[in-house]
């Protein structure tokens, strides 16, 4: 491979303008029709690549792409940041301590979700005909590889669409959550196992017993004691800069490439090591939801569009489509993740009218399938139509996973709950100095209307925030918690005088809070009324003028007027 010239660098900026622009441009046509925007991504790459522009207009194509070693790696390298990063921002978004606090129900789900997707999916792909593999004799790994694809749930993609209808924050959707985190370190523990199996080329006991000792070896030391001088770096880091100086940033992506480093040393993916690297800096306790958003905005403007558009710049999909392939694929990856979810579900009693809710949310395949998909090709475990297939089969199952959460979320509205909401409930201009003053301010306030012992409310609210943060951006958090004893759902307002502190992903103060408690013994209570305060609250024009309101009758008429489109909600 020569030096790269003036030639190779105007052409990889050319390229890097026209995908990353496209992807820009079709991201935002597929975002607007609540669908994600890597679909768009890789569609610009089918558009660019081998399979459209290729065909029509060879010369074209050649000319913007030529089959040049040097050229091409010039873009693959971005490509790759976008994927090591991208596993890096994953686990970035996990705070494993929380959740492990929290485990009861999630561990059962979890258990349910990584094994049934391998018992039932692995005998009809193992069965799949000699022309899908790469090397017949390596067919129980591939099944296995394959079978263990399937019990991957797309964590980004059911946490965008719980967002969306505003279920993340509650305790179904942090179930939810919990679950299919531990799903994802248990699943890159597994899929790193396998492929190191793989690239060693045999079963050899005595390499798959050092492979695996050494990834959970690494796993455990990474979790447990480097979290601590991690995290003991981030708050030193954040007492000499603050928050403005952006030294958090840099050290987040150090770190993912230090750990990255460390794992191709000692024979393990470097994409485990940035997944593991994002999740003990998602522990750190000055990792707030800003840096958060900073570093998915940082790696999802840029480098990941690259990297989902440079798989379709490189494969040719039209030519290695196989509808039989993808929709064995498709029904195979759905129906096992779905039941597994339901079982799990009932496992650890569940209300049933979140199942489905439940289910539905680990259906989703998305960009992890993807991603390790390409992990596989780039390794030869698998050909060029079981990568189109995966790849085919993970789109598909994002594409209908909204609208099919949304049914089942509009579903559950059978009951009417009665909700206790007045105009005395707003409190305008609360003194309290922070977080925690304003959550014993509001306690004492809801033990006041609800007859019920304060330090239960506050203990309630408390676990909740340590769960998750309620803020939701623009100065605006909704705290809730279900609360044993209570007979109603209750609603009330405080408005803080000078701002607070919230942990907002936005970074902003929040000003405005709205407390929602509910019955413990009415789960779908909850989601119902932040459903139904969402619509309000995610308009940034209204939410505005609530924020800088000082009328409570006007406060409390806009937040009523929402509840009462509820038609499960009867306003008293």
């Given at each position: 491979?020569?030096?790269?010239?003036?030639?190779?660098?105007?052409?990889?900026?050319?390229?890097?303008?026209?995908?990353?622009?496209?992807?820009?441009?079709?991201?935002?046509?597929?975002?607007?029709?609540?669908?994600?925007?890597?679909?768009?991504?890789?569609?610009?790459?089918?558009?660019?690549?081998?399979?459209?522009?290729?065909?029509?207009?060879?010369?074209?194509?050649?000319?913007?792409?030529?089959?040049?070693?040097?050229?091409?790696?010039?873009?693959?390298?971005?490509?790759?940041?976008?994927?090591?990063?991208?596993?890096?921002?994953?686990?970035?978004?996990?705070?494993?301590?929380?959740?492990?606090?929290?485990?009861?129900?999630?561990?059962?789900?979890?258990?349910?979700?990584?094994?049934?997707?391998?018992i039932i999916s692995f005998l009809p792909i193992y069965l799949l005909p000699a022309h899908y593999l790469v090397d017949p004799s390596h067919r129980l790994l591939f099944a296995?590889?394959?079978?263990?694809?399937?019990?991957?749930?797309?964590?980004?993609?059911?946490?965008?669409?719980?967002?969306?209808?505003?279920?993340?924050?509650?305790?179904?959707?942090?179930?939810?959550?919990?679950?299919?985190?531990?799903?994802?370190?248990?699943?890159?523990?597994?899929?790193?196992?396998?492929?190191?199996?793989?690239?060693?080329?045999?079963?050899?006991?005595?390499?798959?017993?050092?492979?695996?000792?050494?990834?959970?070896?690494?796993?455990?030391?990474?979790?447990?004691?480097?979290?601590?001088?991690?995290?003991?770096?981030?708050?030193?880091?954040?007492?000499?800069?603050?928050?403005?100086?952006?030294?958090?940033?840099?050290?987040?992506?150090?770190?993912?490439?230090?750990?990255?480093?460390?794992?191709?040393?000692?024979?393990?993916?470097?994409?485990?090591?940035?997944?593991?690297?994002?999740?003990?800096?998602?522990?750190?306790?000055?990792?707030?939801?800003?840096?958060?958003?900073?570093?998915?905005?940082?790696?999802?403007?840029?480098?990941?569009?690259?990297?989902?558009?440079?798989?379709?710049?490189?494969?040719?999909?039209?030519?290695?489509?196989?509808?039989?392939?993808?929709?064995?694929?498709?029904?195979?990856?759905?129906?096992?993740?779905?039941?597994?979810?339901?079982?799990?579900?009932?496992?650890?009693?569940?209300?049933?009218?979140?199942?489905?809710?439940?289910?539905?949310?680990?259906?989703?395949?998305?960009?992890?399938?993807i991603v390790v998909g390409m992990l596989a090709y780039s390794g030869g475990l698998i050909s060029d139509k079981i990568l189109v297939s995966i790849i085919s089969s993970s789109?598909?199952?994002?594409?209908?996973?909204?609208?099919?959460?949304?049914?089942?979320?509009?579903?559950?509205?059978?009951?009417?709950?009665?909700?206790?909401?007045?105009?005395?409930?707003?409190?305008?201009?609360?003194?309290?100095?922070?977080?925690?003053?304003?959550?014993?301010?509001?306690?004492?306030?809801?033990?006041?209307?609800?007859?019920?012992?304060?330090?239960?409310?506050?203990?309630?609210?408390?676990?909740?925030?340590?769960?998750?943060?309620?803020?939701?951006?623009?100065?605006?958090?909704?705290?809730?918690?279900?609360?044993?004893?209570?007979?109603?759902?209750?609603?009330?307002?405080?408005?803080?005088?000078?701002?607070?502190?919230?942990?907002?992903?936005?970074?902003?103060?929040?000003?405005?809070?709205?407390?929602?408690?509910t019955p413990k013994e009415s789960p779908n209570a909850q989601l119902q009324i932040l459903q139904s305060l969402a619509h309000t609250l995610r308009d940034r024009q209204k939410?505005?003028?609530?924020?800088?309101?000082?009328?409570?009758?006007?406060?409390?008429?806009?937040?009523?007027?929402?509840?009462?489109?509820?038609?499960?909600?009867?306003?008293?």
């Open positions: 491979m020569g030096p790269i010239t003036e030639h190779h660098l105007m052409l990889f900026l050319v390229q890097f303008a026209l995908v990353l622009g496209l992807c820009k441009l079709f991201g935002y046509f597929f975002m607007k029709m609540r669908q994600s925007s890597i679909t768009g991504d890789i569609l610009v790459g089918i558009i660019l690549g081998p399979a459209i522009l290729g065909k029509l207009f060879p010369a074209l194509h050649l000319s913007i792409f030529p089959d040049d070693t040097v050229q091409r790696t010039m873009l693959e390298t971005i490509a790759w940041f976008g994927n090591l990063f991208l596993l890096m921002e994953a686990g970035l978004e996990i705070n494993f301590s929380r959740i492990w606090q929290q485990r009861g129900d999630a561990v059962k789900l979890s258990i349910s979700d990584l094994t049934l997707p391998i296995l590889f394959l079978s263990a694809v399937m019990t991957i749930s797309a964590l980004p993609v059911a946490i965008r669409g719980m967002r969306d209808l505003n279920i993340l924050k509650t305790d179904v959707g942090f179930l939810i959550l919990s679950a299919l985190t531990m799903n994802d370190i248990a699943g890159w523990v597994l899929f790193t196992i396998i492929l190191g199996v793989f690239a060693h080329g045999s079963l050899e006991l005595s390499f798959i017993v050092r492979l695996v000792l050494l990834t959970l070896g690494f796993t455990f030391i990474s979790l447990v004691l480097l979290r601590r001088v991690v995290d003991k770096v981030v708050t030193f880091i954040h007492n000499i800069s603050g928050e403005a100086s952006g030294l958090k940033i840099t050290f987040i992506m150090l770190v993912g490439a230090l750990f990255g480093a460390i794992t191709l040393k000692i024979g393990i993916h470097s994409l485990f090591g940035f997944f593991i690297a994002g999740t003990i800096l998602g522990e750190a306790k000055h990792i707030s939801e800003r840096d958060r958003f900073v570093v998915n905005r940082l790696v999802y403007s840029a480098f990941v569009p690259i990297f989902f558009a440079n798989i379709g710049l490189h494969l040719d999909f039209i030519a290695n489509f196989d509808l039989p392939l993808v929709l064995i694929m498709l029904s195979v990856g759905i129906s096992s993740r779905y039941m597994a979810a339901y079982l799990g579900a009932r496992w650890s009693k569940q209300h049933k009218s979140n199942l489905s809710v439940i289910s539905i949310a680990h259906t989703p395949g998305g960009e992890m399938h789109l598909i199952s994002t594409i209908i996973f909204g609208p099919w959460l949304s049914l089942a979320v509009r579903k559950l509205r059978k009951n009417i709950h009665e909700v206790v909401f007045r105009e005395e409930d707003v409190s305008i201009d609360v003194e309290a100095g922070s977080q925690e003053q304003m959550l014993v301010v509001m306690s004492r306030t809801v033990a006041r209307r609800s007859k019920l012992h304060q330090a239960q409310i506050l203990q309630e609210i408390k676990l909740r925030e340590e769960q998750m943060s309620t803020a939701m951006g623009s100065s605006i958090a909704i705290p809730h918690a279900r609360v044993e004893g209570l007979k109603h759902s209750h609603i009330f307002v405080f408005l803080s005088r000078q701002g607070l502190e919230w942990d907002s992903p936005d970074g902003s103060l929040v000003r405005l809070i709205v407390l929602v408690i939410a505005q003028s609530l924020v800088n309101s000082r009328d409570s009758r006007y406060i409390w008429a806009a937040l009523k007027h929402e509840i009462d489109q509820c038609s499960e909600c009867d306003v008293r």
